[in-house]
């Protein structure tokens, strides 16, 4: 592939869009991009609470849907725009997309955080631990899906009494989460 920074250079009729998870470089480049993950650490699930603040079930892949609609967007411009359709590059972030769109809700949201109670807006079950959590340096976005991937961060928190009764199972962790 061609790179979004080089192609206007080398093809000056072409548009040329690069799009990834968490953008191209930086300390989050390597991570995958799913649904799920970007869906957290966009704050999508905190955004869809109810009143009571209980988490909606999220079950379509937004960050895709708002990624395509960016994608159109720059298509259209780049072929109706005062330039004309001289070469162009451009490189976005899926999950940069996601956060631009409710910006002003996360950071309304994020004022007066004073209860330590959990935040279960990201939970998705059967699920579990799966939300955004604070840290004593800023927050942590989680997600296990299977045990496999919960024994994997019992490994990384070093905590092996995470892998004892009442945790040892899918539904047990939902349980006592």
Sequence with gaps: GIAASVAPQRYPGLLAVSSSGFGQD?????????????????????????????SAEIDIAWADLISAYALATIIAAWAVGPR??????VDFSMTDLVVSHFNE??????????????????????FAPHGIYPTEDGWIAICVQDDDEYVRLAEVFEDRQLLDPPFDGAADRLAHR
């Design 26 to 54: 930086g300390p989050y480049a390597g991570y995958r991009a799913y649904a799920y993950n970007l869906q957290a650490s966009g704050a999508l699930g905190y955004m869809t609470r109810n009143e009571a603040g209980e």
């Design 105 to 126: 809700y996360l950071a309304a949201a994020s004022l007066g955080y004073d209860d330590d109670t959990a935040d279960r807006a990201n939970e998705l079950a059967p």
């Design 84 to 89: 004309g359709n001289t070469g162009a590059g």
